[in-house]
């Protein structure tokens, strides 16, 4: 028996030799398919540069147990759920470490229709089978196949936009050099043939394992630079970056300004809550206030629910949600197979920047004003739940509330913070908000630094 490390709370990752290589990656294909006895499985995979072995490892994994592999090639994880859906798999792997250091892999795993695999529904299972190894080849192997499926994706992604689009737009966009340059590439031919308007300049555009700019993670300041350099040099009306398997896009303002994804969320209920009132949309714990307000206003009904895409996506399905946004930059959709996409969201920010008189700044301006918030803030300590435990016991004689729906969140008259421990990566990250006040969300956020041990 071989204990595991790289099984997380809703996928796989780990560091590249020792937590997970391509015996392990041959393990976790076998374990799927002894568990699930699938008949075929999607597998695509990003730009590492292991990626294309270890999802060939999976692959000789679930052949060994009669599955049959369709390899959609390098893609977007978003691009496996889709695949899923449409060739009616039983199953799909994307192979990604999405936004963690190069160093790192690993496994983005769903089910039949794209159903969500987490530590609370298989991905335990699938564990325990692959560090037992307690399963042999079967007499007849699998086949395996590649075949693209990006025109059917990329139909899909169009459905989302109406014509006539609206007014000319220049937009930067930024793959950093992950999976989402070919797609950008086809999206462009598209907008040729059928006149939409949209002038994309491409920036850190070519795949690239070695990553020349540095890993595609857009929430860490240090990384916005570029795209934020590039709108003012074209004087574009917005930018937009991706991560690694860009099922995550992060967008900035012409003034090269980042919009938190918080009130992109808030952007999005609103438009969906517009064409369809009195639809569920979720959102996470961290961030609130902006995102309840505007679905209340809008006469949506708001739902809060733990973080974490695999767990979101059950939840969507469960309450049959139309939307749900994470301030991390996850968008999920109903049309979507309730799965998260970083191209959605996207192209629905363009269409209605384009339908605007305003400009990208503008249409959160308001919102930020009303609900500034911190952005979040990585801590790293040794004893992350002593941490968390020395806030809780700070604050919860004056909090309104506390909850612990996904780590510590507490709530005041005119402020509210989260606390939580990561699912991916050794730290802790903190968000604050507050009513109306930058002046008091510095304070705060100073002092629930300095209590953390940052």
């Known amino acids: 028996m071989v204990l595991l490390n790289c099984f997380k709370a809703y996928d796989i990752r780990g560091v590249l030799g020792t937590e997970l290589n391509d015996d392990i990656a041959y393990r976790i294909g076998g374990a799927f398919a002894l568990f699930y006895r699938p008949q075929r499985v999607v597998l695509g995979s990003d730009i590492r540069l292991t990626s294309s072995a270890l999802k060939l490892a999976v692959a000789r994994g679930l052949m060994d147990q009669g599955t049959d592999v369709i390899d959609i090639g390098m893609t977007g994880s978003e691009e496996v759920y889709f695949a899923t ?16 250091p190069d160093n790192y892999n690993g496994m983005k795993i769903v089910g039949r229709e ?4 987490s530590s609370d529904s298989g991905l335990k299972d699938i564990q325990a089978l692959a560090e037992n190894h307690l399963f042999s080849t079967v007499a007849q192997p699998g086949s395996y196949q590649q075949r693209s499926n990006r025109s059917a994706y990329l139909d899909h992604l169009l459905s989302y936009l109406t014509l006539p689009f609206g007014r000319p737009l220049r937009v930067v966009v930024n793959a950093g050099n992950g999976a989402a340059g070919p797609t950008l590439d086809a999206l462009e031919n598209a907008f040729r043939a059928r006149s939409i308007p949209l002038n994309l300049i491409k920036i850190h555009h070519e795949p690239d394992g070695t990553f020349p700019h540095g890993i595609p993670n857009p929430m860490l ?38 919009v938190e994804a918080y009130y992109i969320v808030g952007l999005l209920a609103a438009l969906f809550l517009q064409r369809s009132p009195g639809e569920k949309i979720l959102h996470d714990p961290r961030l609130v206030w902006n995102t309840r307000d505007i679905i209340n206003a809008s006469h949506g009904i708001a739902i809060e629910t733990k973080t974490g895409h695999a767990f979101i996506k059950e939840r969507m399905r469960s309450e049959n949600a139309i939307y749900g946004g994470e301030m991390s930059a996850h968008h999920y959709f109903r049309d979507f197979g309730y799965c998260d996409s970083g191209m959605i969201p996207a192209l629905l920010v363009l269409q209605h920047l384009s339908q605007s008189r305003q400009k990208m700044s503008g249409l959160v301006a308001a919102r930020k004003a009303l609900f500034p918030v911190s952005g979040e803030m990585n801590i790293s300590v040794s004893q992350p739940a002593e941490a968390i435990r020395r806030v809780r016991d700070h604050y919860q004689h004056q909090a309104l509330s506390t909850r612990l729906t996904d780590g510590l969140s507490m709530e005041f008259d005119n402020w509210r913070f989260n606390l939580r421990c990561s699912n991916t990566e050794p730290l802790l990250r903190l968000n604050v908000e507050t009513r109306q006040s930058n002046a008091l969300l510095a304070e705060i956020t100073g002092k629930l630094l300095a209590l953390a041990g940052a």
């Open 85 to 100: 859906r449409s060739l009616q798999a039983d199953g799909g792997i994307e192979i990604t470490a999405s936004h963690n």
């Open 114 to 117: 794209a159903r969500p695999v």
């Open 221 to 258: 300041p240090e990384n916005r630079l570029a795209t934020r350099d590039a709108v003012l040099a074209h004087r574009a009306d917005l930018g937009i970056a991706w991560d690694g398997d860009f099922d995550r896009c992060f967008i900035f303002d012409e003034r090269g300004d980042y």
